[in-house]
């Protein structure tokens, strides 16, 4: 977010600091996302859940946002695009989508009771789908939220929704918004059919399915197979594979299970061509940005798709890292007691109440707590139903309530975040075999 003077970072935190989260509905989100989570995992291991209930990023965008002209014009030639240019942070990918028309329109238009939903417009490859839409009503929509919110094939869903939500204050009848939808695995277009749902809040509990059909081919993606080994203040990390997607470009990590750290994010990583153009880090709704308690993550980027570089490098650093049995806190609800915190970490824990948890911890950017786990390992992160922060430069407070009805005490919270970095970076060439 650039070129804003300071009447419009005073005017950008004033309507932040308004925004109303629709709890329930991120709730309800949060809980489908944790039961695909624990689905996908229950026949192998697989890489660390592209949707981490606990971890969320919640991405509040506002319409004063600006952004380049550029970016908006060529943004506004998608149906849909236009009114929601303001919500969409740049990003090369999608504006090499719109410059080499990979997009679809779809222009599909529901009415149900008061309410109207129109699928605008989609774009979709096999790394995931996003899909714009409006809804319209003669009513006032800042007073429903969204509390549900999918895409299925054939009732089956398809991939994950990574739910965000944009909220407005004052009265309004239109709003415009997009969905992503993200997968561990490669998405399917064996069956080009859909159907899009939406559930709203309001008295009569209005329910939208909308079938829709792909026509235009599905572009593959680019895989290079990197397989090396780097070592980083003595830790070692396998750069395994990089895949380039019209959406986003991802690699994929591992890391040694001799290592004395446990590696948390990569806060920084992106592709760098031979003349120095970079494609950045994702930081939104698909999630560019995980940790690696499951010692394997997927990092999201920008995608070159459409470019045809001559050389590629990857360059990853401000690598987030703590010993190994000092990345998690642990607590007895049932006693409002704090068990163990790492005494080498600047955090403050509290219990305040037997479903209450409060932690204050230096403010990085980043959410401090991920996973939530019981007694027996199970998790239950979706019990998160509710947190509310607050800041005192420089430190942060979060305070999480938690519904509990049947889990093992004590719970221990991960640690998915903290500003404590390897002394080093990964600079690594990729060999380009087109």
Do not use: C
């Not at 509905?25 to 949707?51: E, F, P």
């Not at 079938?211 to 203040?233: G, H, Q």
């Not at 299970?257 to 990569?266: A, G, I, S």
């Amino acid at each position: 977010m650039t070129n804003l003077n300071e009447q419009d970072w005073q005017k950008l935190t004033e309507e932040l600091d308004a925004i109303e989260i629709p709890r329930k509905a991120l709730h309800h989100a949060r809980t489908q996302a944790v039961q695909r989570h624990r689905m996908a995992r229950k026949n192998k291991r697989r890489l660390y859940s592209l949707v981490s209930a606990a971890t969320i990023v919640l991405l509040l965008f506002v319409t004063s946002i600006r952004i380049s002209p550029v970016v908006a014009e060529a943004m506004a030639k998608i149906p849909g695009f236009a009114s929601v240019v303001g919500m969409i942070a740049v990003d090369k990918g999608i504006h090499d989508i719109v410059d080499n028309d990979y997009y679809e329109d779809l222009g599909i238009v529901q009415t149900e009771g008061d309410y109207t939903l129109t699928l605008r417009s989609v774009v979709a490859d096999h790394s995931g789908m996003t899909i714009f839409y409006k809804l319209e009503s003669p009513s006032d929509l800042s007073k429903i939220s969204i509390t549900t919110l999918e895409v299925t094939q054939q009732g089956v869903p398809f991939g994950v929704v990574s739910p965000y939500a944009i909220s407005r204050t004052g009265k309004r009848t239109v709003q415009e918004d997009k969905v992503e939808i993200t997968s561990i695995d490669d998405l399917s277009y064996d069956n080009m059919s859909f159907e899009f749902h939406l559930h709203l809040s309001d008295a009569a509990k209005t329910k939208f399915t909308v079938p829709f059909t792909l026509t235009n081919p599905i572009k593959e993606p680019k895989v290079y197979e990197l397989n090396r080994s780097v070592v980083v203040d003595g830790q070692t990390i396998d750069v395994k594979q990089l895949k380039i997607s019209p959406l986003r470009a991802e690699i994929r990590l591992a890391t040694d299970e001799q290592n004395t750290m446990r590696l948390l994010k990569f806060t920084s990583a992106r592709l760098i061509d031979e003349n120095g153009e970079t494609w950045g880090q994702l930081i939104n709704g698909a999630g560019g940005v995980r940790n690696l308690r499951d010692d394997e993550v997927s990092i999201s980027m920008q995608s070159n798709y459409f470019r045809q570089p001559k050389k590629l490098t990857l360059a990853m650093e401000g690598i987030e890292a703590l010993p190994k049995g000092s990345d998690y806190i642990e607590v007895d609800f049932e006693q409002q007691k704090v068990l163990y915190v790492p005494s080498e970490l600047d955090i403050d824990v509290q219990v305040p109440s037997s479903n209450t948890l409060a932690v204050t911890y230096p403010s990085a950017g980043w959410q401090l707590l991920g996973e939530i786990e019981d007694q027996e390992g199970n998790d239950i992160s979706s019990n998160l139903i509710e947190m509310r922060v607050s800041s005192e430069a420089p430190y942060v407070t979060a305070v999480s309530t938690l519904d509990f009805e049947h889990e093992m005490n004590p719970i221990r919270f991960n640690i998915n975040s903290y500003p404590l970095y390897l002394d080093g970076k990964v600079e690594m060439d990729i060999p380009l075999n087109e």
